[in-house]
């Protein structure tokens, strides 16, 4: 599975962005999609998880509430919609996604997309 964001920008605090994740490949084979950020100098965190059933959510609490996870099956992509956007959220924005069966279960990432809020 190969993975492509985009999306990303600047923006003002207290606006919104559309992040995109386009996966090809073995799509068919996507079990759980994540969408993680990386700050210089820190750890690559978690943002948001869509679980296997393509309902179940996962939310990191610094996000909970301003952003939303959604995929489209038909599009074989993976959004995140981010509204009320801090300063905060200010990192390099990847897409990752579990795919294979069982017991040889892979994870592929994207490139990543930068996003800039402004104060």
């Known amino acids: 599975v190969q993975l492509v964001e985009s999306g990303g920008g600047l923006v003002q605090a207290g606006g919104s962005l559309r992040l995109s994740c386009a996966a090809s490949g073995s799509t068919a084979s996507i079990k759980i999609m994540y969408w993680y950020r990386q700050t210089p100098g820190k750890q690559r965190e978690l943002v948001a998880r869509l679980g296997s059933d393509r309902f179940s959510t996962y939310y990191a609490d610094s996000v909970k509430g301003r952003f939303a996870i959604s995929r489209d099956n038909a599009k074989n992509t993976l959004d995140l919609q981010m509204n009320s956007l801090k300063p905060e959220d200010t990192a390099a924005y990847y897409c990752?996604?579990?795919?294979?069966?069982?017991?040889?279960?892979?994870?592929?990432w994207g490139q990543g997309t930068q996003v800039t809020v402004s104060s």
């Open positions: 990752s996604a579990q795919w294979g069966t069982y017991p040889n279960f892979v994870n592929s």
